[in-house]
């Protein structure tokens, strides 16, 4: 119970701080707009080709966009959790009673707060732009769960970094590192069937190629299970061991 | 009644630095018990452990009626802790922050509600509530952040190095809010300080810890008066640096084993000499290093203070030991090293 109303109140706290930043709400939408527009611009060419499933790019991006926003997103979560580490404000939390799992489960929640209104004015401004939706509000809805897991996951690990570096370098190093590579390594930007063979065999060990694959079938073709499942199932998988390792990292390095 | 006890704490840090030695005082209900020390002396770390924000090695302790190891969490619901960096969230508004601490402590909205009235008028800061914490001043922002560990009237407050970093207005206007406090709510208060002048002025009774240890306990008035008579100070002429020391002893010597001089000691800059009665002593030890041609810089005469307690307990000065940072890159530089 304690856990619950921990939480709940420390949401309140997360989501007021990223509300009061008005810069931040401007990039965070103006963001997916700029990249369905630009990259359709650049890939234009590509809708001819075959293998797309669609013939326009911005029907077989938009998926990829909501993904994209999404894994970035989480991906720079840990920065709030440092921001408290450094600030004192985690310690002196620390010594009051507060439960000690709401400190990070309420910032991973309000991560996803986020990232799922992000992600809805993302499909909104893409039914606008053109982009049909193949299983339509329903499946939309199944798309935020695909989202919610990669972005928990992702939130959950950042956050467990914070706690392990304990600075800015370093944390601000690895996820510049990690999030590019991990969007590449994958059918993001380009379909499967198109990509060399060695990067085909590896997307299938990157969690953001299940979430693509998934939202991608439910914009393009509908209910594809056999995809579905294993999305669900691996991306589940992802979720869980970003909550653990961040979970353990709290407990040994937050004091 | 005591609020803390401690039964041989001890702090090994990883490398095998012993931080807190084998510490036992206690703390009795409604005082202000101070811990002076360097930097580094070991009073953050017993303040942590007290706060139960890390384990000790071994020891334990007992605060507000429950044992720091075996019911952290009983202990958490009666302290409260303001650390020497401020913990507020500067993005939110003063009511925000106090409002959120009011949860932490299972209080309900009503009683929050009107506690934060409370304790923004007691702190001096009404009108501020709804302000963002990014608009107040340094000063304001500390007052804020002891209000925070007020909210449930706890039984002990820790606060450690309160007026760190502060300017000295602003410092003295922090201790008159930390009476008051202690006062208007009856907390008992435990702090650290390494200002001689902040453990002077706010302590009822002081313990002076250096590494790992406390040397001796007190209050202000009883540890001064374990230095009997008045200090006279004295600095020398040289001519060369490297004679220093030599001039040192020789000074010390000439005046060591005349009858009023009771005990000296001798610090990298100066000379400090115990005598009984400071104002008849100087012409007699002007008299005495002239017949020997020491030339004097300068000479002062005072009633003895906590550093001359410090310096007799370990030969050293606080302010020498706490190396104090001047500049805005050596305070980084702390910085730094402290999170590591």
């Not at chain 1, 914070?162 to 990690?178: C, D, Q, S, Y």
């Amino acid at each position: 119970m304690n856990l619950l109303t921990d939480t709940w109140f420390q949401i309140g706290r997360h989501l007021r701080t990223q509300l009061r930043i008005p810069v931040f709400i401007f990039v965070s939408l103006v963001q997916p707009v700029i990249w369905l527009v630009l990259f359709t611009q650049v890939f234009k060419s590509l809708s001819t080709m075959p293998g797309l499933g669609t013939s326009s790019y911005l029907q077989f991006f938009a998926p990829g966009v909501v993904v994209m926003t999404v894994m970035f997103g989480s991906a720079w979560a840990g920065f709030g959790m440092l921001h408290d580490i450094d600030m004192g404000i985690l310690s002196k939390m620390l010594a009051t009673p507060v439960t000690r799992a709401s400190i990070i489960m309420s910032r991973i929640i309000a991560s996803m707060v986020m990232l799922i209104i992000q992600a809805l004015i993302i499909f909104i401004i893409a039914v606008i732009m053109g982009v049909d939706l193949a299983t339509g509000v329903p499946g939309v809805l199944f798309a935020m769960l695909l989202i919610c897991l990669l972005g928990l996951g992702f939130a959950a690990l950042s956050n467990g970094l914070a706690l392990l570096f304990k600075r800015v370098e370093p944390l601000m190093a690895v996820i510049t590192l990690a999030t590019l590579p991990v969007m590449f390594l994958s059918s993001v930007m380009m379909p499967a069937d198109l990509l060399p063979g060695w990067l085909d065999t590896v997307r299938h060990f990157n969690p953001v190629d299940y979430a693509v694959v998934g939202v991608r079938d439910l914009v393009l073709s509908g209910y594809i299970w056999s995809d579905l499942w294993r999305s669900v199932v691996v991306l589940f998988g992802w979720a869980a061991a970003g909550i653990a390792f961040g979970a353990l990292m709290f407990r040994a390095k937050a004091e | 009644m005591s609020v803390i006890v401690t039964y041989r704490l001890i702090k090994v840090f990883p490398g095998g630095i012993r931080a807190v030695d084998g510490i036992d005082f206690e703390v009795n209900a409604g005082e202000i018990f101070g811990f002076l020390g360097p930097n580094g002396a070991g009073k953050t770390t017993t303040i942590k452990m007290l706060n139960t924000l890390i384990q000790p090695t071994s020891g334990t302790a007992v605060v507000a009626g429950f044992d720091i190891r075996k019911s952290p969490a009983e202990v958490r619901k009666r302290i409260g802790y303001v650390a020497q960096d401020v913990g507020v969230d500067e993005r939110a508004t003063g009511r925000e922050n106090l409002t959120l601490y009011g949860h932490f402590y299972r209080l309900d909205g009503k009683t929050i509600k009107k506690r934060v009235e409370e304790i923004f008028e007691l702190v001096d800061l009404a009108g501020y509530e709804d302000k963002i914490v990014s608009t107040y001043s340094g000063g304001m922002r500390k007052r804020l952040d002891i209000a925070m560990g007020l909210i449930h009237r706890p039984d002990v407050m820790f606060l450690d190095e309160p007026t760190a970093g502060l300017d000295p207005q602003t410092r003295v206007h922090i201790w008159d809010y930390i009476r008051n406090l202690a006062k208007a709510m009856g907390v008992t208060i435990f702090l650290t300080t390494h200002y001689m002048e902040e453990a002077d002025r706010l302590a009822d009774r002081i313990a002076i810890i250096d590494r790992g240890k406390i040397i001796v306990m007190g209050t202000p008035d009883e540890l001064k008066q374990s230095i009997s008579g008045d200090v006279v100070t004295l600095s020398l002429v040289t001519a060369e640096d490297n004679d220093y020391n030599e001039l040192m002893r020789r000074t010390e010597a000439a005046l060591s084993d005349k009858p009023f001089v009771i005990r000296t000691q001798a610090t990298d800059s100066e000379l400090a000499v115990y005598v009984d009665n400071g104002e008849s002593a100087v012409p007699s030890i002007m008299r005495l290093l002239a017949s020997q041609s020491i030339e004097v810089k300068a000479i002062s005469v005072s009633r003895p203070s906590l550093d001359d307690v410090f310096l007799k307990y370990t030969g050293r000065t606080i302010r020498a030991e706490e190396g104090a940072p001047t500049t805005f890159a050596q305070m980084q530089r702390k910085r730094i090293r402290k999170q590591r």
